[in-house]
């Protein structure tokens, strides 16, 4: 019998995706579980969705005249394999905002009531061209927060604490020397009118840019804003400003979130031409940046994010206010293998568990106390606490019931215990109230 001959071009990888092997492997695990660890500690739970949907869930949600709709998706027609069967458009999700949201309305997440904190890990697929930390199948950390308006979904508080979660993240990997750039752009009424000023604007100097810009100038012009054309750069700073077209309740909105930062200590930079590329973004949106030359070429951007608040209805569902953000864990491994200086890596994370309930639920008496309740969860996780954040608009009935289902003390915040900072702890286990100074309360929390 012959043998076969041998094929003289090996089959390799596709273009735009690569393996990953030990010893970096290593590192990846030791990411992600720092990742679960930081996010139980703000009590967050994981969501796993499938890695392809109808093709309508994103051109809905992410927007059809959107780059990663239009240009970047990998698309396909499902063939019907029965008389009884419809042939259906499938997609490889290209980003998984718009798939966590389906799983919320498709499973009535909402009508449980509160407000559900989820993460996911996984591969996103885009065509996109490949470049150094860009692949065509990617790796995405995220976080997406949403729910009822009545579980405090829309509070500036929420996207306050998604920002320190992650510089806590960032800071607790070793990543070094990150800067956070965020901006409001605004309801989705406040965009309506910016982008009429946009598109006078643009009208008489869109000939002169590039031709990614001139198409964007005409299907998505918030877009153009985004565009890191360098020979465009002088007429987009020239643009109107979105910051001009904010409603009172955007602009309070985005004040709250800056003194909750600010109260937490955690840096930023406001940037009024960052938009996102994204058509459901609404009001609060971000960027964590790292220096150039931290191994990612030109495009410096770690990892993005937003608040959506009208998602949910646009799929289909329930008004369910949001925020969230993913991290390309593909850049941001190469940040870490450039401020180390090699590729090697160290042992993986010890295994981690998620505890059966947090050590701790804080309830702000009053929405002016909310920033206060922020910096204190924040000096209790950074103690190792597991830590919940209530909203200053809820009753003191609520905030028990909602602290007694996650936790096992619940921490009163009001006028006096900031006067005299003293806390007010409650056991739920035993029933017992005690008041613990600040300085002892992260040990009282931990008995």
């Not at 860009?134 to 009545?150: A, H, K, M, T």
């Not at 996102?276 to 410096?300: A, C, K, M, S």
């Not at 929405?367 to 909203?391: I, K, P």
């Amino acid at each position: 019998m012959s043998t076969p001959p041998k094929p003289s071009n090996p089959l390799k990888a596709v273009r735009g995706t690569r393996d990953l092997l030990p010893p970096e492997t290593a590192l990846w695990a030791r990411v992600e579980a720092t990742a679960r660890d930081v996010f139980a500690r703000y009590g967050f739970g994981e969501i796993r969705t499938p890695i392809f949907e109808a093709t309508e869930l994103f051109a809905r949600g992410v927007g059809e005249e959107t780059d990663i709709v239009s240009k970047e998706m990998y698309t396909w027609e499902d063939r019907a394999r029965a008389a009884s069967e419809k042939a259906q458009s499938l997609t490889l999700r290209p980003e998984n905002t718009a798939g966590v949201v389906r799983a919320y309305i498709e499973h009535k997440l909402g009508e449980r009531g509160d407000l559900q904190k989820l993460f996911y890990i996984g591969p996103q697929f885009r065509r996109e061209r490949p470049q150094r930390g860009r692949y065509r199948q990617f790796w995405q950390i995220g976080v997406e927060v949403l729910g009822p308006q009545s579980s405090g979904s829309e509070s500036p508080v929420r996207d306050a604490e998604v920002l320190e979660m992650l510089a806590t993240l960032l800071d607790e990997l070793g990543v070094r020397g990150w800067r956070l750039e965020l901006n409001s752009v605004g309801s989705s009424e406040d965009r309506k009118r910016y982008n009429v000023a946009l598109r006078e604007a643009l009208a008489p100097v869109k000939a002169q840019m590039c031709e990614d810009n001139q198409r964007r100038a005409e299907t998505n012009p918030l877009r153009v804003l985004d565009s890191k054309e360098p020979a465009d750069q002088e007429l987009i700073n020239a643009l109107p400003k979105i910051a001009d077209y904010l409603d009172d309740a955007s602009r309070a909105h985005f004040a709250a979130v800056l003194a909750a930062l600010d109260a937490c200590g955690v840096a930023y930079a406001v940037n009024p031409r960052l938009v996102r590329g994204l058509d459901y973004y609404t009001r609060t949106t971000f960027e964590f940046t790292v220096p150039d030359g931290q191994g990612l070429g030109t495009q410096n951007a770690l990892l993005g994010g937003g608040r959506y608040d009208g998602l949910s209805e646009m799929l289909g569902g329930p008004k369910a206010p949001g925020i969230g953000f993913a991290i390309g864990e593909d850049r941001l491994i190469l940040t870490l293998q450039a401020q180390d200086g090699s590729k090697s890596v160290d042992a993986p994370h010890p295994e981690w568990t998620f505890a059966k309930a947090l050590d701790a639920y804080i309830a702000p008496m009053g929405v002016e106390r909310n920033a206060a309740a922020l910096a204190l969860a924040r000096e209790l996780r950074r103690a190792g606490l597991s830590v919940e954040v209530g909203d200053g608009t809820f009753r003191l009935k609520k905030s028990f019931e909602a602290a007694d289902k996650v936790a096992r003390h619940i921490v009163i915040l009001g006028e006096d215990e900031l006067a005299t900072e003293m806390a007010t702890v409650k056991t739920f286990a035993t029933g017992t109230q005690v008041k613990v100074s600040r300085a002892e309360l992260a040990a009282a929390l931990r008995a």
